[in-house]
């Protein structure tokens, strides 16, 4: 078994979708529901029946960068280390056997970001998101807020669209999302070595 665990429905339906334009197969896919909750979900995961029937050939977490991906990584590593009692050196790199394990950090290649940074990078060339800017911005220029959240940025954006859904995971379920697009890289890499 080769599961992959991310931090709520959004980002396994991006997962998912990534995967199978990708033909990446033979992954579980589950959800730890917030990143509030990765310790303890990772600290049960040893006593899980697949895991002490050593069933379990590779574990990959996913958390999202947030506003700072070194303190993502840093929690990531906290509750593997916690729960397997091994270290994870870097984002990306396995370790161990009987699982493998690893952890990687979403993020729009600054340091920063999440699965919604992901999906606004893969259609940012389209006329439409540059229209979805130009808004922010004007927002942006003529409020108090000075800045706004991605998923602010991905529900405006759906929101343009024909049959639109602003939620990530059906969007991605939908065909929204380009796959192929190059902002899936290091994500789409990580997924084919689970």
Request: with cysteine.
């Amino acid at each position: 078994m080769k599961l992959v665990l991310c931090e709520g429905k959004d980002d396994k339906a991006v997962v998912e979708g990534l995967c199978i334009h990708a033909s990446i197969g033979g992954l579980v896919v589950e959800e730890y529901d917030g990143r509030d909750n990765l310790e303890r979900v990772v600290s049960s995961l040893p006593v899980r029946p697949e895991f002490t029937r050593r069933q379990v050939d590779s574990l990959a977490i996913l958390i999202d960068a947030e506003a700072d991906g070194n303190a993502s990584f840093q929690k990531l590593q906290n509750a593997i280390r916690q729960g397997f009692d091994v270290v994870i050196p870097g984002a990306g790199v396995f370790v161990g056997e009987s699982p493998r394990i690893a952890g990687f950090v979403v993020c729009d290649g600054t340091g920063r970001g999440m699965v919604e940074d992901l999906c606004l990078k893969s259609v940012n060339d389209r006329a439409d998101y540059k229209c979805v800017e130009e808004y922010f911005e004007c927002l942006c220029k003529n409020t108090e807020r000075k800045d706004y959240h991605s998923k602010a940025k991905f529900k405006a954006w759906m929101a343009s669209q024909t049959a639109f859904d602003y939620r990530v995971g059906l969007a991605a379920a939908k065909g929204y999302i380009p796959w192929g697009s190059d902002a899936f890289n290091k994500l789409r890499e990580f997924l084919g070595n689970v």
